[in-house]
């Protein structure tokens, strides 16, 4: 169970720094894509606007499925955000895969942030249970911190 919690809180870290990749160097990144700083802003929001779709079906999953399969899947469409890379072909928008790319890991935010507590319950004794929701709790501010 100390290994699912490690893979969770890593998955946890990783969407983390995806969303707000891109918010430090706004202004390198405008000047590289050559787009408006509204379009680089909108990078980061797109987690905000797809965080309750993702949230309908974290939901809708974890009820159908393992808490485990669950949580791969989420951690597959956090692989998403490898579609970013597209844009630096040059025969693409470039735009328009950074957005794509971001829509992946932002449908998979809700899987890890709404999933702490349930995930320390179904894995934790309950004498363990505050040390892993807090472990849980605290990928996602120190992913955004990196």
């Given at each position: ?71 791969i899947i989420g951690s597959i469409l956090n692989l998403g955000v490898f579609i970013r890379l597209l844009s630096l072909s040059t025969r693409l928008n470039p735009y328009i895969s950074l957005i794509i790319g971001q829509i ?43």
């Amino acid at each position: 169970r100390w290994i699912q919690l490690i893979v969770f809180v890593l998955a946890t870290f990783s969407n983390a720094i995806t969303s707000i990749t891109f918010a430090p160097i706004e202004s390198e990144t405008s000047k590289f894509y050559k787009i408006t700083s509204a379009e680089v802003n909108s990078l980061a929001i797109v987690f905000l606007f797809l965080y309750p779709f993702g949230t309908i079906l974290s939901i809708w999953l974890s009820r159908g499925l393992s808490m485990r399969s669950t949580i791969i899947i989420g951690s597959i469409l956090n692989l998403g955000v490898f579609i970013r890379l597209l844009s630096l072909s040059t025969r693409l928008n470039p735009y328009i895969s950074l957005i794509i790319g971001q829509i992946f890991p932002a449908i998979a935010a809700p899987f890890f942030l709404n999933s702490t507590a349930l995930f320390a319950s179904r894995w934790f004794s309950p004498s363990q249970r505050d040390i892993a929701t807090s472990i849980c709790s605290m990928a996602n501010p120190l992913g955004k911190i990196l």
